[in-house]
């Protein structure tokens, strides 16, 4: 009896290598070999151009983290980003989605129209928002018509990250609407007519049907919402012209990470720390997510 | 289970990688001797970035002469078409030893790179007919090593001059200012509101250095960020007021624009200060523009005006130096610098080519010309890379009024020193 | 699936139209922009019907860049063979890793995760020197194989799988269908919402690409797209114009791709288990 079993395992495990085959060859070579490669930079002061050096000191590259007063502000920044962003991005798209799919007329309009923020190339999109919130632009008009104060969006600190906020959200919630839709089409029928005789409204339907079932799509949602989030750097590199200013207001670790590895020659070592040192607050936040969700199956 | 997985990816990673390391030296050896014989035709990359289509097109005019004349030389260009991104780019290239054989430098990007000793130094190459005394000397010195060897030769340059407009100036009856003084007057005179203020300014470092050191501070010392001295601080006060105070400078976001020549092209700004680039764009752009250019203004009597340029370098791992050399002398020399330059779009580095093309007589661009003998070169060392981008942050700050400029000069120095010294 | 909105149908509507103005009138601004001239559009002034209707930003592109029809054949053969591979070995990965059970599952699956966590920025120089080690530089394969699989929607896949019921599959095994068998003929085509909403996604992200073939790609032969175009881009003059121009041109293969997926996010096309 036990050596059927394993019999039977081993065969799976077989075929599951086998399935799994192409993804290993390119995770090893091109994903896992260069993190590798980062991880040795990391305890490394390095120099790659020219004359190369490579000098191993420990853990001072991470030490370093500490004492850098701009990592902090960076990190902080990214967190204030991460906290609003996350939420009301996984949150309208899932509105949209569930919007969209309730067989309402000029559903397939509306579907393609809410894609193309997704679709505008991010060069016409910032010429779009320095446009929109620029003193005499088309938000700060709306605003003075209805009486409220406008603002200098781009130039004004305490402003900026908002605007890039709202840019962002605005402009990756369709990305994950549609993730939404695809998996709103696996719904089982029978468990919303379940619910029907059970008298539930639309509202109740969708709070005990279809977010219970979007659970492990929610969960991805969040993750690669909490990933992208945290790695945020094209806004506020263009946003910036890549100083992170005006004072730090827009610097994000991943603008850091790239000022330190190539816009100054030498610090690949400890752009690689800062990486690594992301990565595991990515992580923590993953698993704090996970912990929230109470989902049981991503492992 | 698992610990075993680790294991083999970890060994499996670092053989590799082993390899990888191991080959790249090996390669670089093996071309040496295979290629560059006499006779064979030859293959010379150079690398820069996009222009607009007139440059491409003079840019591709200049390289197509080049290959009449040494037919057994092909000159393949790559276009690297972020300029944002280019330096990033070259970088890669050179660390993997796969690098252009020629290509551009901006003199702000060369200390550092000069350093690495990625370049190879140019002086046996020249010859008595190069004439190097032809170029503009600070220009040139700009891409002499600590070794006082040159690594390159420039291309192009542009200073600074003052752009402003002529129907607005007629409108608000003002002079056009010789002085900082009589600029920040005629600043607040040409000012209407939000509409139109009188200056478009760009609050960076690169635009502001010959201000910042015009009372005698100086913002780089020794390698290191000293831009917090009260000297600075005190001549660049004036930018901040005009913002602040006046309300009759305005950076170009703030109405909207992408930059100074956009802004005053818009008409949003009565006046910039802008280079040589904004000269074919307004012409593009806005052709029913008036406008004049002028020296920048003076302070305190002195004047001042920024330099930028750009040069021609080698590759040091270049396995075709002796037609790396030819490219890039005849680009930088008399006849290819002159097809380069001939439409204005770029200024010429040697004297006698810009004798040739009266630049000096050229109605708008005299002043940029005039400027080329008291300009200060934008380049200052290894470190200014990391200064500017302190700089930069924390000016901006003080120029929109969050807080004193000496206070945000005090802190930007403070973090760049930081960040040199635990380089 | 009938739904019955009694209440706040109106509301309901006005919401939507409102929403799909904030996301029509940036790409409304970019189609019109791209048939005015320059002078025009950094006017700033704020019209959505061109004063003087040209077309010479598509002519620009299309005839005096003569290397356009290249691009274009290059962007288009990299992103259709990228979002092939990525969806068969995506979707063989997220299946394995959401139903099958073998030695190294859970550590294979935080890896996956993990290597999302680290930017790219510090990876960039080494895949570079891999690729030049391979002599892949400037080349189809160079630009295709690193990218065939894609942890993101690795992860994707395996929560779409998740959610599927297990007894279709258990009634294919004792049909006596391999693996294989259950995997291609009854989980795949089960997953056709999923692998659209991966079309799109890799189709958009191969076809947008920026960064990676600035580094990879020298020779303007072998440009993609966005690369060949962004040349009308340089620090100080900024054609507009022809960029609003590109970005049609950009826009208009994916939002077809976009389109023809649709179909596949409509109820009873692709459910037809799951009792």
């Given amino acids: ?299 | ?423 | 699936m009938k739904k019955k909105f009694h209440i706040g149908k109106a509301i309901l509507y006005t919401m939507l139209v409102l929403y799909a103005i904030v996301t029509l009138i940036p790409f409304l601004w970019a189609l019109s922009s791209s048939f005015k001239n320059l002078e025009e559009i950094v006017s700033g002034t704020i019209n959505f019907i061109p004063k003087d209707f040209t077309l010479d930003n598509y002519k620009q592109i299309f005839i005096e860049q003569e290397m356009f029809p290249r691009w274009l054949f290059n962007s288009l053969f990299i992103a259709v063979t990228v979002t092939l591979l990525n969806l068969l070995f995506n979707s063989m990965a997220g299946y394995v890793l959401a139903r099958l059970s073998f030695p190294g599952k859970k550590t294979l699956f935080i890896i996956i995760l993990a290597v999302l966590m680290i930017p790219a920025q510090v990876t960039m120089i080494p895949n570079y020197l891999i690729l030049k080690q391979l002599g892949w530089l400037n080349s189809y394969q160079g630009m295709i194989v690193p990218v065939m699989i894609n942890a993101t929607f690795i992860f994707m896949m395996r929560q779409f799988f998740i959610n599927f019921p297990k007894e279709l599959e258990e009634a294919a095994a004792l049909d006596g269908l391999s693996r294989f068998g259950i995997f291609f003929r009854i989980v795949l085509p089960l997953a056709r919402p999923a692998l659209a909403a991966q079309a799109i996604f890799v189709f958009m992200g191969s076809w947008n690409d920026f960064m990676r073939p600035l580094i990879i790609l020298s020779d303007p032969a072998m440009f993609t797209l966005p690369l060949g175009l962004n040349t009308f881009k340089s620090q100080y003059i900024s054609y507009w114009n022809y960029i609003m121009a590109a970005s049609m041109v950009f826009t208009l293969p994916m939002l077809v791709i976009y389109v023809f997926f649709n179909r596949y996010f409509i109820k009873g096309i692709s459910f037809t288990g799951g009792k």
């Fill in chain 2, 1 to 423: 289970m698992s610990p075993k997985k680790w294991l083999a990816t970890i060994g499996v990673t670092s053989v590799f990688f082993g390899s990888l390391l191991a080959g790249c030296g090996g390669e670089n050896a093996e071309k040496k001797d295979g290629e560059g014989k006499q006779g064979e035709k030859v293959e010379v990359t150079l690398a820069g970035w996009g222009g607009n289509p007139t440059e491409q097109k003079l840019l591709q005019q200049t390289l197509d002469d080049f290959e009449a004349k040494h037919p057994n030389i092909d000159v393949k260009l790559e276009v690297i078409s972020e300029q944002a991104q280019y330096m990033d780019v070259i970088k890669t290239r050179l660390i993997g030893g796969e690098g252009p054989d020629v290509f551009y430098l901006d003199a702000f990007e060369a200390p550092a790179l000069i350093e690495t000793g990625v370049l190879e130094p140019l002086d046996e190459y020249v010859t008595d007919d190069f004439d190097i005394d032809d170029f503009e000397k600070p220009l040139l010195d700009a891409f002499k090593g600590k070794d006082g060897k040159i690594y390159g030769f420039p291309k192009d340059y542009s200073t600074l001059a003052l752009l402003y407009n002529k129907k607005m100036f007629k409108e608000a009856g003002v002079e056009v200012p010789k002085t900082w003084d009589e600029l920040r007057e005629v600043a607040k005179k040409l000012t209407k509101g939000t509409e139109v203020y009188g200056l478009g300014v760009n609050p960076e470092l690169a635009r502001l250095y010959h201000i910042a050191e015009s009372k005698g501070g100086k913002v780089v010392t020794n390698n290191k960020a000293s831009f917090a001295d009260p000297k600075v601080v005190e001549a660049l006060q004036p930018i901040v007021d005009m913002h602040l105070k006046d309300k009759s400078a305005a950076q170009p976001n703030e109405v909207g624009a992408g930059w100074g020549g956009e802004m005053f092209g818009q008409g949003k700004a009565a006046m910039v200060i802008e280079g040589n680039w904004a000269i074919p764009f307004l012409q593009d752009t806005f052709p029913n523009l008036e406008y004049g250019t002028a020296e920048v203004p003076t302070i305190d009597g002195k004047k001042a005006t920024m330099a930028y340029t750009v040069a021609y370098v080698m590759n040091k791992d270049s396995n075709k130096k002796e037609a790396a050399w030819k490219l890039i002398s005849y680009l930088t020399g008399k006849e290819g610098m002159k097809t380069w330059t001939s439409k204005g779009y770029a200024l010429p580095t040697r004297k006698s080519v810009a004798a040739e093309l009266g630049y000096d007589k050229d109605e708008l661009r005299a002043p940029l010309v005039a400027g080329a003998s008291y300009a200060t070169v934008w380049q200052q060392g290894t470190n200014l890379p990391i200064i500017v981008n302190n700089f930069n942050n924390q000016f901006v700050s003080a120029f929109l009024g969050e807080r004193p400029l000496a206070k945000a000069l005090e802190e930007a120095q403070e973090t760049a020193n930081k960040e040199i010294e635990s380089k």
């Fill in chain 1, 1 to 299: 009896m036990k050596e059927k079993i394993s019999k039977k395992a081993l065969r799976e495990a077989g075929s599951s290598y086998l399935l799994l085959s192409p993804t290993l060859f390119v995770l090893l070579l091109f994903i896992i070999g260069p993190i590798l490669f980062a991880v040795y930079l990391a305890f490394h002061k390095v120099e790659l151009l020219g004359i190369t050096s490579f000098e191993f000191v420990g853990f001072s590259n991470f030490e370093k983290i500490l004492e850098d007063t701009r990592a902090k502000i960076a990190l902080w920044n990214t967190v204030k980003y991460v906290i609003i962003v996350v939420p009301c991005q996984t949150l309208l798209a899932l509105v949209l989605a569930a919007t969209l799919n309730a067989g309402l007329k000029g559903e397939k309009f509306f579907r393609i129209v809410y894609f193309l923020p997704t679709l505008t190339s991010s060069a016409v999109l910032t010429l779009i928002f320095m446009w929109m919130y620029n003193q005499n632009g088309l938000i700060n008009n709306v605003l003075k018509l209805f009486g409220f104060p406008t603002y200098n969006w781009l130039g004004d600190p305490d402003v900026a990250l908002n605007a890039i906020m709202i840019m962002n959200i605005w402009s990756t919630a369709p990305f994950f609407m549609v993730i939404y839709l695809a998996a709103l089409q696996d719904i089982p029928d029978s468990l919303y007519e379940a619910a029907e005789l059970d008298g539930a409204n639309t509202l109740q339907k969708f709070w005990y049907v279809t977010v219970p079932y979007l659970k492990p799509v929610t969960s991805f949602v969040v993750i690669m919402g909490l990933i992208g989030t945290f790695q945020l750097f094209d806004q506020s590199y263009i946003f910036s012209k890549g100083s992170g200013g005006p004072n730090n207001s827009t610097l994000t670790v991943v603008l850091l990470i790239y000022q330190y590895a190539f816009k100054n020659l030498g610090t690949m070592g400890y752009a690689a720390a800062l990486a690594f040192a992301l990565a595991i607050i990515i992580l923590v936040a993953t698993l704090l997510q996970r912990k929230f969700s109470k989902e049981e199956s991503l492992y």
